[in-house]
């Protein structure tokens, strides 16, 4: 629920009413704007009928949060989030991209990935350690010497390192070694998970479910803001359709309805979205023209050796050529990387 208080309401008056929410199990939101205080209550909407707000004469108007998620919700937080990585900002007015191997297979391989997407001007490093792979046959990922060979190349070249995490007990772990929790498509409604990366002030990546609608995307993110962790970014990496020509269908459409229904940044996976490196550069760029915040590329410093989609990783050469070209559009979308 949302409750727009009189403009004669002091910050002391809100701290009663906000006093009175959590005293009925509710969690209470506090937004001082400039004429006026809107505070917030989430929970049960049975609870929330209890507090009879609409009567306190300080309250001029109440309005129920219609949509099934709350605090990711524009309705709640009109302004957009920006989320650091590291020192990375991203959302509002900043755009970066995040970029590296699919998976960490040695330290000279993330060594010589990692000084390309440096030097052709990507902001954070990714790398796989633990890969949730559709096969039990393919690579699985290094493990906790991953994260260490990950951590000692971001060190290296001073970007943040952002890498997935699979189950609860890794999180300890991969919060010590990276900068930011990658939640996969496949862990998307993992809850157990995404309540314990709620307890973790760390952003997170969230990618979107192969089935998942774009509300369970919210709903996923709003488990980890429901925990106490603002900080997380959503991820648009493709569905399952009928159609086959590519390994998902890239929804952009989701880009401009999160973005009028979120303010959460959001971010696009062309190399997943795609599955085909010539596709890659394509999708980028209209992702940063419908409004994308940054982008997250797979790119490998030899893809024929890859371990792990090396079909949809780009060569140094190529990430080269996709940042100049990405340039022009995130100038006009009115960010800067
Ligand atoms: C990845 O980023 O390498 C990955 C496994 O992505 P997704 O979870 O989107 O399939
Ligand atoms: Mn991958």
Redesign the pocket.
């Known amino acids: 629920m949302i409750i727009v208080l009189k403009p004669e309401a002091t910050k002391k008056d809100a701290q009663e009413i906000i006093r009175r929410i959590a005293a009925l199990g509710l969690k209470p939101l506090y937004m001082p704007g400039t004429e006026r205080t809107v505070l917030g209550a989430i929970g049960d909407e049975r609870v929330i009928g209890k507090l009879r707000i609409e009567n306190h004469p300080l309250v001029e108007r109440v309005s129920p949060v219609l949509t099934p998620y709350k605090l990711v919700s524009r309705e709640i937080h009109p302004r957009d989030t920006v989320v650091r990585i590291g020192g990375v900002p991203l959302g509002g007015n900043y755009f970066a991209v995040i970029a590296g191997p699919?998976a960490v297979e040695s330290p000279r391989q993330m060594h010589l990935t990692a000084q390309a997407v440096k030097r052709a001007g990507a902001k954070c490093l990714?790398g796989?350690a633990y890969?949730?792979r559709t096969s039990p046959y393919s690579f699985q990922g290094l493990g906790l010497e991953g994260l260490e060979i990950l951590r000692d190349v971001a060190q290296r070249v001073q970007m943040p390192a952002v890498t997935?995490v699979v189950e609860v007990a890794d999180v300890a772990a991969v919060e010590r070694y990276a900068s930011a929790f990658?939640v996969?498509?496949?862990n998307m409604q993992n809850f157990r998970l995404l309540k314990a990366l709620g307890q973790s002030r760390k952003p997170v990546i969230l990618?979107r479910g192969m089935a998942a609608t774009v509300d369970d995307l919210l709903l996923a993110a709003e488990y980890v803001l429901s925990e106490g962790n603002p900080n997380v970014i959503l991820c648009e990496?493709g569905i399952r359709t009928f159609e086959t020509a590519t390994r998902n269908t890239l929804d952009l459409n989701a880009i401009p309805h999160i973005k009028q229904h979120s303010h959460l940044p959001v971010i696009v996976?062309p190399s997943?979205g795609t599955g085909v490196r010539s596709y890659v550069m394509a999708m980028a760029k209209a992702a940063v023209a419908c409004g994308a915040d940054g982008l997250?590329v797979?790119v490998h410093h030899n893809p024929m050796e890859a371990l792990?989609?090396g079909q949809q990783s780009l060569d140094p050469k190529e990430f080269v050529r996709l940042m100049r070209s990405i340039r022009p559009y995130v100038k006009l979308a009115g960010k800067r990387m």
């Open positions: 699919c990714r796989g890969k949730p997935e990658q996969g498509a496949r990618k990496r996976d997943h997250l797979e792990s989609d």
